[in-house]
C-alpha cells in the first residue's frame, strides 16, 4: 500500500470520510492540522473550494458560501462545474507538464439562480491514492465597494470638481491641501500654499480684527461664515461667500478645518442691477419716488436729530407735454434727461434730485436754515430750465413751477410735506408757471376746499344744480346773434354760483366730466331746437368739449345723435368747441372722431386759440370751421400793436384756410373797430352780452336788434 499522503487525509477530509482518517497514522500533518486548517478557512475573506476526485463539490468554506450563494450541505456533491463552468479549461492546463503546479485564474462564479459573477483566484490540483482532486481559492473581481468606501470616492470627486474654492487646514491652521477650484479661484498653484499658515491668503481689504472676529468665531462655535473680499495672486479683489466649518476626531481634538470659497461677484452684480433697478429712473438716472421717499424719511430724521430744516422742492415742467406730443417722445425724453442734468447741476452734492415720473422731478435741499439760500437755489433751477435746449435737430424752450414746502415749519410727515409741496407747485402753475411759489396754511385750506368741492360734485348733477348760461355770438358784419355759447354754470348750495374754471378742472380730474358733459350737450340742443324752431332757424349753439371727454372710449357719438333724432335738430344746429391741447395729444385719435361730427352735420370750433402751443400747421391738418381768438389777445389790441398785427395774420390765414373766425372777450368799442377792420367773422364779449339765463337770451333773440354798438348808440 502507498504511503498516505497529506492529500489522501485532506480528500478523506473533503469526503468527510472521517472513519479513513482516524485510520491513518497520526502523523503531525495527517489529520489535525488539515483538519484545523478546514476550520480557519472558515475565518478566511476568501472563498476556498475543493473537489473530490469525481470532480464534485468536495468543500467549501463560509466565503464560498457567501460568495456563490450555495449553503455548504446543499453544495457539497455537486459537480463542480455547475459553480465554476469555466474550470475544466483551467484543470486541462495543469494537465499540462510544462505548466506550473498551481495557475492564477480569473473565471466566473455562477449562483444558484444562474446568474454569473467574475472571480480571481488561483486552483491547484491535489494527489491523492484515490485520484486528483483540486483546491480552488477565489474573490469576486469586481466586488461592490462598500457604502464608506462610496463616500469617500464622492466626496473626492465633489471635492475635486466642484466651483467652490476649498482647502484643508490643520488643527493649527496650516494649509494641508487645496482643491482645483482654489487654483482657478486665486491663481495661485497648490505648491504656493500648501504647508503655508492660512493666513497668507488675508486679504489687504479686512483688517486684523476682522480676521481675529472671524478666527475667535471658528475656536468658539467650530465655525463661521460671512462676506469676505478675497485677494488674488495679482492683487486684485473680489467678493466671496466664506464659510469655515471644523471636524473633530473620535477625542473630541479638531482634526480638520474646512474653508470653502464661493464667488459672489456675479450674484452681487445681479443684486446691484436689481437694487438699481428699483431705485433709480431709467431714463435720467436719478433716484426714483422709491428711493426719494427713503431719502425723505431719512433727511426727516436727521433734521429732527440736529434740530435743523429740510427743504422739499416739488417741480413740473410746464407744458412737457405739448412738446412730447408734437415732436415725439425722443425728442420729449432727451429733454428730460438734460433737465435732469441741469437740475444736478443746481443743487449741493449731498441734495438729491428725484424723477418722481413723468416731467415731476423734487429737491431735498438737506440741512437749509435761510429762506435766502432756497431762493437762490430755486432762482437758478428756474434760470438754468428756461434756456434753450439743443435737441438733435430741435431747440425747445420749456420752464418750470417750483413748489417749496419747509420740514417741520409746514409738515413733519413726508407724505404730507410731498402734498404740500405739490400743492404749492400748482399754486406756482396757477399764478402762471415760470416761478417758485411757496406752500402756505391757505394753500392747506384751498386743498381742503378742493376735496370738499369735488365729494358735492358727485351730487350736483343728480341734484340738478348745474344750469347753461347763453352768450350771444354776433356776426360782425351784419350785427345779428348768429350763434351762441352754451356756458355751464353750477349753483351750489351752499356757496351760490360757482364757476366753471374751479369746479371744471375738478370734474375732468374725476372723470366727472363725461356725465356733465353729457348733460350740457342735451341740455343746449334742446334749447337749440325750441330757439331754431321759434326765432332764427340758423341759430347755433356752441357747446364746450372737455379733452377728458374724447379720452379713453371717446365720446357715446352714437348716444348724441340719438338724442338729436329724438329731438328732431339737425346736426348743423350745434357747434362743438374743443382746444388745441386735443389736437396734440396723441393717445386720442381726434381725427376720426372730428370727422364722426362732420359725417353728422356738427361743425367744429377751435376755442381759446393762441393760448397753447398754436401751431399754426394743425389747422390745415384738421377739419375745423371756427377759429376762436382767445380774449387775452383782444383785451390788448391796439391800433398798430404786436396782438392786431397777431390777430390780423390769424384772421388772414384762418380764411385762406378756408375757416371762420371768432374773437372772445370783446369789452370795448375799440376793439370791436379793430377785430371788424381786420375781417373777423364773428365776435363775442360783453360788449354785445354777458352770458344770459336762458329767458334772458330768449327776450334778446325776440327783440331781434342789430348788436353791433354804434347801432346800439343809435337806436339807444
Ligand atoms: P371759454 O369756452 O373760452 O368761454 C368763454 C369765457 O369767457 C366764459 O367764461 C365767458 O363768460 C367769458 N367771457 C365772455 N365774454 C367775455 C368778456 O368780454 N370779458 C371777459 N373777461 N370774459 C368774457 P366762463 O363762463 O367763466 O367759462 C370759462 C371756461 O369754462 C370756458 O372758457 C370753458 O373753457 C369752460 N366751460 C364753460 N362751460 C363749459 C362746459 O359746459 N363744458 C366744459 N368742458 N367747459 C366749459
Ligand atoms: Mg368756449
Ligand atoms: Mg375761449
Known amino acids: 500500500m502507498p504511503q498516505n499522503t497529506a492529500a ?36 478566511a475573506r476568501d472563498a476556498f473550494l475543493a473537489t473530490d476526485p469525481q470532480g464534485c463539490v468536495a468543500y467549501m468554506n463560509r466565503a464560498a458560501e457567501r460568495l456563490f450563494g450555495y449553503r455548504r450541505r446543499s453544495a457539497l456533491g455537486l459537480p463542480v462545474a455547475d459553480l465554476l463552468p469555466d474550470i475544466q479549461m483551467f484543470l486541462d492546463r495543469l494537465e499540462d507538464p510544462g505548466e506550473a503546479s498551481s495557475i492564477a485564474w480569473r473565471s466566473t462564479g455562477r449562483r444558484p439562480d444562474q446568474s454569473t459573477f467574475s472571480l480571481v483566484g488561483a486552483v491547484t490540483p491535489m494527489l491523492g491514492l484515490s485520484g486528483r482532486s483540486f483546491l480552488c481559492l477565489m474573490r469576486e473581481r469586481n466586488p461592490e465597494v462598500s457604502d464608506d468606501e462610496r463616500q469617500a470616492r464622492l466626496a473626492s470627486l465633489v471635492y475635486r470638481a466642484t466651483s467652490e474654492g476649498m482647502l484643508v487646514l490643520d488643527p493649527k491652521g496650516f494649509i494641508l491641501d487645496v482643491n482645483p477650484a482654489f487654483v482657478r479661484l486665486r491663481g495661485q498653484h497648490e505648491s504656493e500654499v500648501i504647508g503655508r499658515h492660512v493666513r497668507c491668503l488675508n486679504s489687504s481689504c479686512h483688517d486684523r480684527d476682522f480676521y481675529r472676529g472671524m478666527w475667535r468665531g471658528v475656536l468658539e462655535t467650530g465655525r463661521w461664515q460671512g462676506e469676505h473680499w478675497g485677494q488674488r495672486k495679482n492683487g486684485e479683489l473680489y467678493p466671496e461667500w466664506l464659510s469655515i466649518n471644523t471636524s473633530y476626531a473620535e477625542d473630541g481634538e479638531v482634526y480638520r478645518r474646512v474653508m470653502i470659497f464661493s464667488n459672489i461677484a456675479e450674484i452681487k452684480r445681479a443684486e446691484a442691477i436689481i437694487w438699481k433697478q428699483a431705485n433709480f429712473d431709467k431714463l435720467t438716472d436719478l433716484p426714483n419716488r422709491q428711493m426719494f421717499n427713503d431719502r425723505l424719511e431719512q433727511s426727516i430724521r436727521k433734521s429732527k436729530r440736529g434740530n435743523t430744516k429740510t427743504c422739499l422742492l416739488f417741480l413740473d415742467l410746464d407744458r412737457f407735454k405739448e412738446i412730447n406730443d408734437t415732436l415725439g417722445h425722443a425728442v420729449g425724453d432727451e429733454l428730460l434727461k438734460e433737465a435732469a442734468r441741469r437740475l444736478n447741476g443746481c443743487v449741493r452734492q449731498n441734495d438729491t434730485v428725484a424723477r418722481l415720473g413723468g416731467d415731476e422731478f423734487t429737491v431735498l435741499l438737506d440741512g437749509i436754515d435761510e429762506a435766502r439760500d432756497v431762493e437762490r437755489v430755486t432762482r437758478k433751477i428756474l434760470r438754468r430750465l428756461s434756456e434753450p435746449f439743443h435737441l438733435g435737430m430741435e431747440t425747445v424752450f420749456i420752464s418750470t413751477s417750483i413748489g417749496v414746502t419747509f420740514y417741520p415749519d409746514d409738515a413733519t410727515e413726508a407724505d404730507v410735506l410731498l402734498n404740500n409741496a405739490d400743492q404749492a407747485m400748482y399754486a406756482a402753475k396757477a399764478e402762471g408757471r415760470n416761478r417758485s411759489c411757496y406752500f402756505t396754511a391757505s394753500m392747506q385750506e384751498q386743498a381742503q ?268
Open 8 to 43: 489522501d487525509t485532506f480528500s478523506h477530509v473533503l469526503t468527510a470520510d472521517t472513519a479513513a482518517i482516524r485510520k491513518m497514522p497520526r502523523s503531525a500533518l495527517d489529520r489535525s492540522h488539515i483538519l484545523a486548517l478546514l476550520r480557519l478557512g472558515d475565518f
Open 449 to 716: 376746499t378742493r376735496m370738499r368741492l369735488v365729494n358735492d360734485l358727485h351730487v350736483a348733477l343728480d341734484q340738478k344744480q348745474f344750469f347753461l348760461a347763453y352768450q350771444p355770438i354776433i356776426e360782425l358784419s351784419t350785427g345779428r346773434i348768429a350763434k351762441a355759447e352754451a356756458l355751464l354754470r353750477w349753483n351750489h348750495p351752499v356757496r351760490g354760483l360757482i364757476p366753471p374754471a374751479e369746479f371744471v378742472p375738478l370734474a375732468e380730474e374725476t372723470g366727472m366730466i363725461r356725465d356733465i358733459g353729457d348733460w350740457v350737450f342735451c341740455e343746449a340742443t334742446r334749447k337749440a331746437r325750441d330757439w331754431r324752431r321759434d326765432y332764427s332757424d340758423g341759430l347755433q349753439l356752441s357747446v364746450n368739449i372737455s379733452p377728458v371727454q374724447f379720452r379713453h372710449e371717446g365720446i357715446d357719438l352714437g348716444f348724441w345723435l340719438g338724442h338729436l333724432d329724438t329731438l328732431g335738430l339737425e346736426g348743423r344746429g350745434v357747434i362743438i368747441e374743443i382746444t388745441e391741447g386735443i389736437l396734440l395729444d396723441s393717445a386720442v385719435r381726434i381725427d376720426q372722431q372730428i370727422a364722426a361730427f362732420h359725417q353728422a352735420g356738427i361743425q367744429v370750433s377751435l376755442d381759446d386759440f393762441g393760448t397753447g402751443y398754436s401751431s399754426l400747421s394743425y389747422l390745415g391738418k384738421f377739419s375745423i370751421d371756427y377759429l376762436k381768438i382767445d380774449q387775452s389777445f383782444v383785451a390788448n389790441l391796439r391800433p398798430q400793436g404786436p396782438d392786431l398785427a397777431l390777430c390780423e395774420a390769424v384772421i388772414l390765414l384762418a380764411h385762406k384756410l378756408g375757416l371762420k373766425v371768432v374773437a372772445e372777450g370783446i369789452e370795448t368799442h375799440a376793439q370791436y373797430e379793430l377785430l371788424a377792420a381786420a375781417g373777423c367773422d364773428f365776435g363775442q364779449g360783453f360788449l354785445f352780452s354777458r352770458p344770459l339765463s336762458a329767458a334772458g337770451f330768449e327776450a334778446l333773440l325776440s327783440g331781434g336788434r342789430d348788436m353791433r354798438p354804434e347801432r346800439a348808440c343809435e337806436s339807444g
